[in-house]
């Protein structure tokens, strides 16, 4: 008979324990900010699935009705708009609490799929179904639009910028414009050209102030009134239309006009900084 001893088995069973819970590193542990960046990911995901079974294949198919079609272009915008307020917050989040050691690498992965492929799809999808002989044109700007968002989101991983501004326009706020500027359906090339520049001011080196404080809060204030106004129309509701129009006009002009922040900022922060070089050479 083999006699076990009792607690040699216990020490042993508590050493397994141990041994089970360091198999679990900390690398590997999500956060509350991740969950918040995973769901950014999930929106990315069904924007693109909404626009393949709501918009692209009923075009192929010729079987959509209109109505339908316009409430699922809308759904796949309004994943959109809900990914961006996920990556709003799962900043705010991991600065008040904590962030795992992949969050960055989580968050970036994520808006690569929401503000990356998510849009660049869309002007793809746009692009077929506004004539087959502007479908190659706009494939080239889609690509155009996903290679900005890689190179913005590589860049941002790599340059450290001054507190408080992103150095070209933030793929989140990029992405929406984009997309509003398909929404306003102007005619094919100053769109073609409209996107292009879009994808051009993100991975340039203009200057834009990060939501914080006030600003995020305009910033979520905005979003929600965006969703609003995507609701009117896709459920064509009286003056519908001309909101959603002027709501993707207003897009653009705030990505024209934001920069503007920043750049008064810097200009303040310079006259400061002379203010205290004069004082300390008087001194």
Known sequence: MTVIDRGAQDSWVDEADEDDADELPLSMRLSIADTLTLSNAICGFLAVYFTTTG?????????????VVRNNAATAVLLMLLASVFDLFDGLVARKLRSSPMGAELDNLSDLISFGLAPAYFVLVWGMVVGDAHEPVAALAAITVLLAVVLRLARFSCVTMPDGVFQGMPSPFGALTVVSIVLLELPFWPTLLAIVGVAWLMVSRVEYPKPRGPLAGAMLSWIVLSMALLTAW????PGGELMLQTGCALQLVLGAVIPLFAMVRRVYTFRDLRREARAEARS
């Open 234 to 237: 896709a459920f064509d509701a």
């Open 55 to 67: 918009v692209l294949i009923p075009h192929l198919t010729g079987s959509g009705d209109v109505g």
